[in-house]
C-alpha cells in the first residue's frame, strides 16, 4: 500500500474513540455496536474490554467472523477490518486492559467471570476515501 | 418504548449525517460502510443513494439481512436496527433521492444504469444508552 493511504489509515484510528464491531445474530443478520478503543497492534490485531453475559460476546462464541470499522468524521473516509473476533477469559489478557476504576463494572477484579476481551484479528482491510475503494491483505 | 427514550432515538438519527450499513460479504463475514442519511419514515424505513456496481449493492442482491447503526457522538449511546435491505431500481424512487449535482457521479441522469436506491425496512431495534440496552420491535 502507498505510504500516504497508510499514514490516513493510521490518523483515522489514531482519532477514533469509539470503534464499530460488527457480528452476527442468531439469525443470520450483520450486528453492530460501537465499542471503545484501547489496545491494538498496527493494523493486525484490536483489544476490547466487555462483558462475558453481552450479546456481542455469545454470538462471537458461535460465529468468530467479525468486522470492525472506524468511521471518519472530518472526510468523506472510513476503513473497513475484516477478520475473527476470539472471546479470551484468560488471567494476562484481562489483566492488560485492567484500569483503576473498572471494579465499579466488574466487582470481582481481574478475574471476575463477567469481565472478558475481544480480540479481533484482522484478515484484509479496505479504506474508503475521496469516493475510491482500496482493499488490502493484512498479513 | 418510554417517551424519553423515543424522544433521544430520534435525536441520535436527527443528528447522524452518516449512517453505518452492514451486509454479509460471500464468506459469511459482517461488513460495514458509511453512508450519507437521505430520507427516511421514522424508524421503520430508510433510503440510501448509491452505485449499482458497489460491492454493498451486490452483497444485498444475495443476501438482503441487514443492520443500520447510528453512532452517538456525546454521549456512550448507539441505535441499531436489523432488518432487509432492498436494492431499487425502479424510477419513482430513485427520482425521491435525486437532486442537483448528482449527474456528476451519475451522467445518465435519474434512468443512470450504475444509479441506485437501497430501501431498508427494519423489523427490530436496540438502543444502547448509559450502559443499558433497551431491544423493541418495529411494526
Not at 443470520?28 to 493494523?43: I, S, Y
Not at 477469559?89 to 484481562?94: C, E, I, L, S, V
Request: net charge negative.
Amino acid at each position: 500500500m502507498e505510504q500516504e493511504l497508510l499514514d490516513q489509515i493510521n490518523a483515522l484510528i489514531d482519532e477514533t474513540k469509539n470503534i464499530i464491531v460488527c457480528s452476527t445474530d442468531e439469525n443470520g443478520f450483520p450486528n453492530a455496536k460501537a465499542m471503545f478503543k484501547t489496545e491494538h497492534d498496527g493494523l493486525k490485531t484490536f483489544l476490547f474490554s466487555t462483558n462475558t453475559s453481552s450479546m456481542r460476546v455469545q454470538q462471537f462464541l458461535k460465529n468468530d467472523r467479525a468486522c470492525i470499522y472506524f468511521c471518519g468524521q472530518s472526510k468523506i473516509n472510513g476503513l473497513m477490518l475484516v477478520g475473527r473476533m476470539e472471546v479470551c477469559t484468560d488471567h494476562a489478557r484481562k489483566a492488560r486492559l485492567w484500569a483503576d476504576g473498572c471494579e465499579i463494572y466488574y466487582p470481582l477484579g481481574i478475574d471476575d467471570p463477567d469481565y472478558c476481551v475481544l480480540e479481533f484479528t484482522a484478515e484484509q482491510g479496505n479504506y474508503y476515501y475521496n469516493l475510491s475503494k482500496h482493499p488490502f491483505e493484512i498479513q
